[in-house]
């Protein structure tokens, strides 16, 4: 298999490739010698550097989650954090307006953030519980 970059991008040298002209080459990477014509001159060793060099972007963070999967993770991993929530909710008539209200959770509205705000939960601890969810 050989690899040419093309934006930033590895990109393996297709089964059937058309070049800049229009025909298409049936079994192009099959070739070296056509791949090569055609720019795709990076070894499977080299694009194993290449990899190396630039390796894959982490998965975006995730900022939402259904209210079911917050608290089976704080009932695994943050007891104490769903005991203050159980509280704050006997206790607070909008928390329970709030919660009776939406089907998903988002860390990024303001009326999620004004009620990990009131129960003490700062953004590190919001962090490690939406990374566990």
Not at 48 to 72: G, M, Q, S
Not at 95 to 110: G, K, M, T, V
């Amino acid at each position: 298999m050989q690899y040419k970059i093309e934006n930033d991008t590895l990109i393996p040298a297709p089964v059937n490739f058309r070049t800049p002209d229009g025909k298409w080459i049936i079994n192009f990477n099959q070739s070296p010698a056509l791949m090569n014509r055609y720019g795709f001159t990076l070894t499977e060793a080299d694009a194993e550097e290449w990899r190396k060099a630039h390796p894959a972007p982490p998965p975006p963070a995730r900022t939402t989650c259904t209210k079911y999967e917050l608290v089976t993770c704080l009932q695994t991993h943050f007891p104490e954090l769903l005991a203050r929530l159980r509280e704050a909710y006997t206790e607070n008539s909008d928390l329970q307006f709030y919660w009776n209200a939406i089907i998903e959770l988002d860390r990024e509205n303001s009326d999620f953030q004004a009620i990990t705000d009131k129960l003490g939960i700062s953004e590190s601890e919001l962090d490690e519980i939406f990374s566990k969810i």
